[in-house]
């Protein structure tokens, strides 16, 4: 079992950043996929991000590549969205997501453990 917490939400002016965290129990952290995916009111949960077990493979979602950076820190079993020149659209709540697939996916279903999720909000 992996449980896994969010923190970092909050409400933002557009252009500014954010660092997401996402604390995960358990002494197999590192084994995991860890994804961030992001669901807005009235809309389906979107990919934004995934980080292979050792760090060294990434994923981005087009909409957020070039300003999001995700990052591992498997000593203190921690995930983390840096989010740059963050815009109105990226409003949503965040979740995390650990997955023990040996590929890094972009579908929720791939994935076997969720956060609450933390609320982004980018005002303009």
């Known amino acids: 079992q992996v449980q896994l917490a969010e923190s970092g939400g909050g409400l933002v002016q557009a252009g500014v950043s954010l660092r997401l965290s996402c604390a995960a129990s358990g002494r197999t952290f590192s084994t995991y996929a860890m994804g961030w995916f992001r669901q807005a009111p009235g809309k389906e949960r979107e990919f934004v991000a995934v980080i292979s077990g050792s760090g060294l493979t990434t994923d981005y979602a087009d909409s957020v590549k070039g300003r999001f950076t995700i990052s591992r820190g498997n000593a203190r079993n921690t995930v983390y969205l840096q989010m740059n020149s963050l815009a109105p659209e990226d409003t949503a709540v965040y979740s995390c997501?650990?997955?023990?697939?040996?590929?890094?996916?972009?579908?929720?279903?791939?994935?076997?453990?969720w956060g609450q999720g933390t609320q982004v909000t980018v005002s303009s």
């Open positions: 997501a650990a997955g023990s697939r040996r590929y890094l996916s972009r579908s929720p279903a791939d994935y076997d453990y």
